[in-house]
């Protein structure tokens, strides 16, 4: 049985609400934990609802240790309360709201079914709600693992042993029925064996023994039964431990720094920074034939434009994910509303540069020092706007050693990011001898603007195709709704010296176009994209990526898994270049590969979990999979057909290995 549960008789607008899925089970069944173990698959559950911003991720209990065989399973017997906190909008109007969850689970025994379940619960909107207060008590007295900050150590002895150092005052390892180690992930160790443990002085030390050292993570539970007053009591604790190859010290930290610069660097070769550069070269070439200072100037204005936007996106980045949301780079273009403003910016640049209307002389061309440093300011943040959905080689083991660092340090690493993609930029203002190859300011600089403009009408074409998939065909005609608006509203600033009914029409539009782009926040959540097999242009036939999938594609044969999304133009060059191509089409079908796409254009917490695995928090990633390996092939960020071929037609790592 299943059923929805909340200590809340109604839901507060705008605050939080926590709710929980009971599971109750026949006598010998149980289900599963998030990593189940040696066999079966965690419970899923995914909410929806009028006015729903977010769900945490599932709090989940401490689990059993399940035998069965030379396997061991962790999961639940009997029944487990599975909990999360709703984040709501304003909900100023609604009388009511129906909660619908989608659930998964598995439910085994001697076999194993697989259950599938909808339930709804209506709640009624209220400014105070009532609490039931035998329900309180459940959801706050859940037997949920303690965090071990502040009295736990771990040191990484070699690539796969680890050591635990717990301050334990008082400990008696006799007292302790059984002490293992439980993952958060699989197939990272051997869950039969126990690690090894020793107390010295008021600390106990345990060994644990890894068997794959290809992690970014290796978060777990430090779990263990006690005998306290002649009962065996389960308990846990949280124990964070990042991979080998990622600590803190000086060396991994100068090479952090240095990949990130040179990452940065690469960055302004990538497809993305295309429709900017032209913005930037304008500006460039009105101050060929200016004083060095004031070059010298735009290139300081820009790189503190880079720098600082690389940081705040970070800033945000880091807070997001440290309140559980399962994000990775290039969050913001996952978001439709992100996406239309962002098409509305590049068509006023457009316009701007095709001169419908003036703003000083288009973004980024200096017409008096402040003017020009506004535009250096401005060009810089657009660059990365556009830019930091992209990776570049290098960018990407930076980010991820970035994002498990304290934030100080991440933040470096982000800056440098920022100053590795400005340096070009920076270094050509202070080489007046580049400079002067560059052709003197004149009338023909008018023609090169407006053919820069479409430049910024073919990025916003781009991002509406992304909007088309993200949001449908209705989220397209909002945006075009709200740029028609806006379109307006210049036209009446530029034409008149808005007074009357002029002023009204203009604060009308500008309403107007500001309701339609929140219709795209209501309307993106219930849209979501199909997950269906597509084809590709060079007719190569792809799955949706699911773990399970590619557990069942590994035993079967070779796999190759790309990590892409619509929004990265990157992705979208190698697709076409090497991917959806006649050689690799008849290469995988002559070599008998599965291909999986795992599709991030929309946010996808799992898929930003399986980056994570490998160091990653944005895409493109691409990976070949032998048969029966575990351990895969990462290829280059920029991919040709060729590296497809030698990665396929190499051994695996561990054929290697026993040769």
Same mark, same amino acid.
């Given at each position: 049985k299943?059923?929805?549960i909340? +200590?809340?008789s109604?839901?507060?607008?705008?605050?939080?609400?926590?709710?929980?899925?009971e599971?109750?089970l026949p006598e010998g069944?149980h289900?599963?934990?998030?990593n189940?173990?040696?066999?079966?698959?965690p419970?899923?559950l995914t909410w929806?609802g009028?006015?729903l911003?977010?769900s945490? #991720?599932i709090?989940?209990?401490?689990?059993?240790?399940?035998?069965?065989g030379?396997?061991?399973n962790?999961?639940?017997k009997?029944s487990v309360l599975?909990?999360?906190?709703?984040a709501f *909008?304003?909900l100023?109007?609604?009388?009511?709201?129906?909660?619908t =969850?989608?659930g998964?689970w598995l439910?085994c025994?001697?076999?194993?079914?697989?259950e599938t379940?909808?339930?709804t619960?209506?709640l009624p909107v209220v400014e105070?709600?009532?609490?039931?207060?035998?329900? #309180?008590?459940?959801f706050?007295?859940? !037997?949920?693992?303690q965090r071990?900050?502040?009295i736990?150590e771990?040191?990484w002895l070699?690539q796969?042993?680890?050591?635990?150092r717990?301050?334990f005052p008082?400990?008696d390892?006799s007292?302790l029925?059984?002490?293992?180690f439980?993952?958060f *992930?699989?197939?990272?160790?051997d869950l039969? =064996?126990a690690p090894t443990?020793?107390?010295?002085?008021d600390?106990?030390?345990?060994?644990v023994?890894?068997e794959?050292?290809?992690?970014a993570?290796?978060d777990g539970?430090?779990?263990?039964q006690?005998?306290v007053?002649?009962?065996?009591v389960?308990a846990a604790f949280m124990?964070?431990? +990042?991979?080998p190859?990622?600590?803190?010290?000086?060396?991994?930290f100068?090479q952090a720094? $240095?990949?990130?610069?040179?990452?940065?660097?690469?960055?302004?070769?990538?497809?993305?920074?295309?429709? @900017?550069?032209?913005?930037?070269v304008?500006?460039? &070439?009105?101050?060929a034939g200016?004083?060095q200072?004031?070059?010298?100037?735009?290139g300081w204005?820009?790189t503190?434009?880079?720098?600082?936007?690389?940081?705040?996106?970070?800033?945000v980045?880091?807070?997001?994910?440290?309140?559980?949301e399962q994000?990775?780079?290039?969050?913001?273009?996952?978001?439709?509303v992100v =996406?239309?403003l962002? /098409?509305i910016l590049?068509?006023?640049?457009?316009?701007?540069?095709s001169?419908f209307y003036?703003?000083?002389s288009?973004?980024? =061309?200096?017409v008096?020092?402040e #003017?020009?440093?506004?535009g250096a300011?401005?060009?810089g943040?657009?660059?990365?706007?556009?830019?930091?959905?992209?990776t570049? !080689?290098f960018?990407g083991?930076?980010?991820g050693y970035?994002?498990?660092q304290?934030?100080?340090?991440?933040?470096?690493?982000f800056?440098?990011?920022?100053?590795?993609m400005?340096?070009p930029?920076?270094?050509?203002?202070y080489?007046?001898?580049?400079?002067?190859?560059l052709?003197?300011p004149?009338?023909w600089?008018?023609?090169f603007?407006e053919g820069?403009a479409f430049? &910024?009408?073919?990025t916003?074409?781009?991002l509406l195709?992304i909007?088309i998939?993200?949001?449908g065909?209705?989220?397209?005609?909002?945006?075009?709704?709200?740029a028609?608006?806006?379109?307006?509203a210049v036209?009446?600033?530029q034409?008149?010296?808005p007074?009357?009914?002029?002023?009204v029409l203009?604060?009308?539009s500008?309403?107007?176009?500001?309701w339609a782009i929140?219709?795209?926040a209501v309307l993106a +959540?219930t849209m979501p994209?199909p997950?269906?097999?597509? /084809?590709g242009?060079g007719?190569i036939?792809?799955?949706p990526?699911?773990e399970a $999938?590619?557990?069942?594609?590994k035993?079967?044969?070779p796999?190759?898994?790309?990590f892409?999304?619509?929004?990265?133009i990157?992705?979208?060059v190698?697709?076409? @270049?090497a991917i959806d191509?006649?050689?690799?089409t008849?290469?995988?079908?002559?070599l008998?590969?599965?291909? $999986?796409k795992?599709?991030w254009?929309l946010?996808?917490? #799992?898929?930003? /979990?399986?980056?994570?695995?490998f160091g990653?928090v944005g895409v493109p990633l691409?990976?070949v999979?032998?048969r029966g390996? *575990?351990t895969?092939l990462?290829?280059?960020?920029?991919?040709?057909?060729? &590296?497809?071929r030698?990665? $396929?037609?190499?051994?695996?790592?561990?054929?290697i290995?026993?040769?």
């Amino acid at each position: 049985k299943a059923r929805i549960i909340t +200590p809340a008789s109604g839901i507060v607008s705008g605050e939080a609400l926590d709710v929980g899925v009971e599971l109750e089970l026949p006598e010998g069944w149980h289900t599963y934990w998030r990593n189940p173990g040696d066999s079966g698959e965690p419970v899923s559950l995914t909410w929806s609802g009028q006015g729903l911003k977010s769900s945490s #991720k599932i709090r989940w209990p401490i689990p059993d240790r399940i035998p069965y065989g030379p396997l061991v399973n962790l999961g639940y017997k009997e029944s487990v309360l599975l909990t999360q906190r709703l984040a709501f *909008e304003n909900l100023v109007g609604v009388d009511a709201i129906e909660l619908t =969850v989608s659930g998964r689970w598995l439910v085994c025994e001697a076999v194993c079914i697989p259950e599938t379940k909808v339930m709804t619960l209506t709640l009624p909107v209220v400014e105070q709600a009532a609490v039931n207060p035998e329900l #309180k008590v459940r959801f706050d007295q859940l !037997p949920l693992p303690q965090r071990a900050a502040g009295i736990s150590e771990t040191r990484w002895l070699s690539q796969t042993d680890l050591e635990i150092r717990l301050n334990f005052p008082g400990i008696d390892l006799s007292r302790l029925d059984g002490l293992y180690f439980l993952p958060f *992930e699989e197939g990272v160790l051997d869950l039969t =064996v126990a690690p090894t443990a020793v107390v010295e002085a008021d600390q106990i030390v345990l060994g644990v023994g890894f068997e794959d050292a290809s992690r970014a993570r290796y978060d777990g539970l430090l779990w263990f039964q006690e005998w306290v007053n002649g009962e065996r009591v389960t308990a846990a604790f949280m124990i964070e431990v +990042p991979s080998p190859n990622d600590n803190s010290g000086g060396l991994a930290f100068l090479q952090a720094i $240095l990949m990130a610069l040179l990452g940065g660097m690469i960055l302004n070769l990538m497809p993305c920074v295309f429709p @900017v550069l032209s913005i930037k070269v304008l500006g460039l &070439m009105a101050e060929a034939g200016g004083s060095q200072q004031a070059q010298r100037q735009q290139g300081w204005w820009y790189t503190c434009g880079v720098i600082a936007s690389f940081v705040l996106i970070a800033l945000v980045l880091m807070v997001l994910r440290a309140v559980g949301e399962q994000i990775g780079w290039g969050f913001q273009l996952q978001s439709p509303v992100v =996406v239309a403003l962002l /098409a509305i910016l590049f068509l006023l640049l457009g316009l701007n540069l095709s001169g419908f209307y003036t703003i000083g002389s288009g973004i980024s =061309v200096n017409v008096g020092p402040e #003017k020009g440093r506004l535009g250096a300011l401005s060009s810089g943040v657009l660059a990365v706007v556009i830019a930091a959905p992209c990776t570049a !080689p290098f960018m990407g083991a930076a980010l991820g050693y970035a994002l498990v660092q304290p934030p100080l340090i991440g933040l470096t690493v982000f800056a440098s990011l920022g100053l590795g993609m400005a340096l070009p930029m920076l270094l050509l203002s202070y080489s007046p001898g580049l400079l002067a190859v560059l052709p003197r300011p004149g009338a023909w600089m008018n023609r090169f603007k407006e053919g820069a403009a479409f430049l &910024m009408y073919a990025t916003m074409i781009w991002l509406l195709w992304i909007l088309i998939q993200q949001a449908g065909e209705f989220g397209f005609v909002l945006t075009a709704l709200s740029a028609l608006l806006v379109v307006f509203a210049v036209w009446l600033w530029q034409a008149f010296k808005p007074t009357g009914l002029q002023r009204v029409l203009l604060l009308l539009s500008v309403l107007g176009a500001g309701w339609a782009i929140s219709q795209i926040a209501v309307l993106a +959540p219930t849209m979501p994209r199909p997950e269906q097999a597509r /084809a590709g242009d060079g007719g190569i036939q792809s799955e949706p990526y699911t773990e399970a $999938l590619l557990r069942a594609a590994k035993a079967e044969g070779p796999v190759f898994v790309n990590f892409t999304a619509d929004w990265c133009i990157t992705c979208k060059v190698n697709e076409v @270049v090497a991917i959806d191509t006649e050689g690799t089409t008849e290469l995988f079908e002559a070599l008998g590969v599965r291909y $999986l796409k795992a599709d991030w254009t929309l946010e996808d917490p #799992k898929i930003t /979990a399986a980056l994570a695995r490998f160091g990653r928090v944005g895409v493109p990633l691409y990976l070949v999979y032998h048969r029966g390996s *575990e351990t895969p092939l990462i290829l280059p960020q920029i991919l040709t057909g060729e &590296m497809i071929r030698q990665a $396929l037609q190499t051994r695996a790592p561990a054929e290697i290995n026993d040769a």
